[in-house]
T-cell receptor, first 113, second 113 residues
């Protein structure tokens, strides 16, 4: 099993640019979560999907952030326009339905200059 | 609302010392409890979990945790730590609906060789 796959692993961009982070959950998992981790704020849940449907996006910081899950094997988190305060590690996690353990991807380290 | 408190932000121990990391949660109903570990530069990995049954749960790498319902606690323990246990440890909780998982702020563990 390849585990949760995220790309890119590192992204450096300039303020104002659009950033797209990608996630492939573990096959057969029905729930997908996007987290942001910073030194100041710790681990924050941004949004999660169940069966490709967004269930709770209350953690999305502002309208510059959007997430989609067009099918069971792919999700994107987009930031447009990006700002330096968006610099963080973004984790994707997936979970089998009815089982609570979440499996985390390796993360994308985003640096916005 | 559910919340998870980890009061120790940074713990420094010598090798072979015993470890106990505190975790308290606030929720009146049935909960599922987790400890995740994040080694430097890596993603979160499940250390152990409690769903029901024996309140003393054994996890990987010699870790264990005890669920004390009356104290709303789920403290993590290890009798003798190793340098390789240097990591950040996150306590987390979900309710019985298993909708989303709430993470504590994390405890950074540093082990002196």
């Amino acid at each position: 099993d390849a585990g949760v796959i995220q790309s890119p692993r590192h992204e450096v961009t300039e303020m104002g640019q659009e950033v797209t982070l990608r996630c492939k959950p573990i096959s057969g998992h029905n729930s997908l979560f996007w987290y942001r981790q910073t030194m100041m704020r710790g681990l924050e849940l941004l949004i999660y999907f169940n069966n490709n449907v967004p269930i709770d996006d209350s953690g999305m910081p502002e309208d510059r952030f959007s997430a989609k899950m067009p099918n069971a094997s792919f999700s994107t988190l987009k930031i447009q326009p990006s700002e330096p305060r968006d610099s963080a590690v973004y984790f994707c996690a997936s979970r089998p339905q009815q089982v609570d353990t979440q499996y985390f991807g390796p993360g994308t380290r985003l640096t916005v200059l | 609302a559910q919340s998870v408190s980890q009061h120790n932000h940074h713990v420094i121990l010598s090798e072979a010392a015993s470890l106990e990391l505190g975790c308290n949660y606030s929720y009146g109903g049935t909960v599922n409890l987790f400890w995740y570990v994040q080694y430097p530069g890596q993603h979160l990995q499940l250390l152990l979990k409690y769903f029901s049954g024996d309140p003393l749960v054994k996890g990987i790498k010699g870790f264990e945790a005890e669920f004390i319902k009356s104290k709303f606690s789920f403290n993590l323990r290890k009798p003798s730590v190793q340098w390789s246990d240097t990591a950040e440890y996150f306590c987390a909780v979900t309710d019985s609906s298993a909708s989303k998982i709430i993470f504590g702020s994390g405890t950074r563990l540093s082990i002196r060789p």
